[in-house]
């Protein structure tokens, strides 16, 4: 969208600033917190920007402003530009040039984190801010400019962002040895009841976790939920349940104690990740395109 007849007067840095805290926030409330005079200024602030831009930015619903297509994108220029402002800074600074990455807890656990240093470094070098995003909220973060890059879910990925296929991510079953009757984990398939620790939740794994024990009649008895994938290899190395894990994650439990089973029902676990980006926030940040270069070399 483009604001032909929009002058700088009343676009204010403030302004912006709580433009971009809302959208993140989700809504005025959440950006401002309990405190009714706050709360009283953001929204006063916002409606002085739609004044100036000429354009609505939020959807009212009774009492409540719900940003609208508008409302993000200049959200997403806000923060463009913000982070441009930062990068020119901190180059002039000679400091590092920050760039906000999201991803699942599992990705930046077991993909991105062992390769931080190689990422970081280089001339000008790179400070990653990295946050834990589920694939819903990655999305909704990178298209409001809140985050700069996200690796997500390729089938996620929505018109109007760039993304390149980076990498599969792989699943196997990680059983404890002591809860076979043999050193074979084949036996899982027989339909003895199996100690089972499960990703909380009724998300995309969940799901596909279900589908996959009824394909190949795995008997899960399900004794713990985790929030995340690294409670579930906590729980696999207490040697209590089994586990599906990530096989870049798996790798690292010792052989003599757990058995990695794959099968080729287990191949819808599968899941191919994207990494996704704004084109206009590459484009204006010589930052974020540095860090598409390395996440590309160390991920691809």
């Not at 700088?8 to 926030?25: K, M």
């Not at 990655?138 to 879910?153: F, K, N, P, W, Y």
């Not at 990925?157 to 059983?175: C, F, H, M, N, R």
């Amino acid at each position: 969208m483009i604001f032909k007849s929009a002058t700088l007067a009343g676009i204010s840095i403030d302004r912006l600033h709580t433009l971009c805290a809302v959208v993140e926030a989700g809504t005025i409330a959440a950006a401002a917190g309990p405190d009714p005079n706050r709360q009283s200024q953001f929204s006063r602030q916002l409606k002085g920007l739609e004044l100036a831009l000429g354009a609505t930015l939020f959807d009212r619903i009774g009492k409540t402003l719900k940003p609208n297509a508008n409302g993000r994108r200049v959200a997403l220029v806000a923060q463009t530009f913000f982070g441009g402002l930062d990068d020119v800074m901190n180059a002039a600074a000679a400091r590092a040039e920050t760039v906000r990455l999201g991803a699942g807890e599992a990705v930046l656990r077991w993909l991105v984190m062992p390769h931080l240093a190689e990422l970081m470094s280089g001339d000008p070098p790179l400070r990653f801010d990295v946050h834990s995003l589920t694939t819903e909220l990655a999305l909704r973060e990178v298209l409001a400019g809140s985050v700069d890059l996200v690796i997500m879910r390729t089938d996620a990925v929505t018109d109007g962002l760039q993304s390149e296929p980076i990498k599969t991510v792989q699943y196997v079953l990680a059983v404890p040895r002591a809860l076979l009757r043999s050193r074979e984990g084949a036996e899982v398939f027989e339909g003895r009841p199996l100690p089972f620790a499960e990703l909380a939740g009724d998300g995309f794994f969940a799901k596909t976790v279900q589908t996959t024990a009824a394909t190949l009649r795995l008997n899960l008895r399900p004794v713990l939920q985790a929030q995340t994938f690294s409670l579930l290899i906590s729980a696999v190395e207490s040697e209590t349940a089994a586990a599906f894990l990530p096989d870049v994650a798996a790798k690292s439990l010792p052989e003599q104690r757990f058995a990695l089973v794959s099968a080729k029902g287990m191949s819808i676990l599968n899941r191919r990740l994207s990494l996704v980006w704004s084109d206009e926030v590459a484009k204006s940040r010589p930052s974020v395109g540095r860090a598409i270069t390395r996440l590309r070399r160390v991920l691809f």
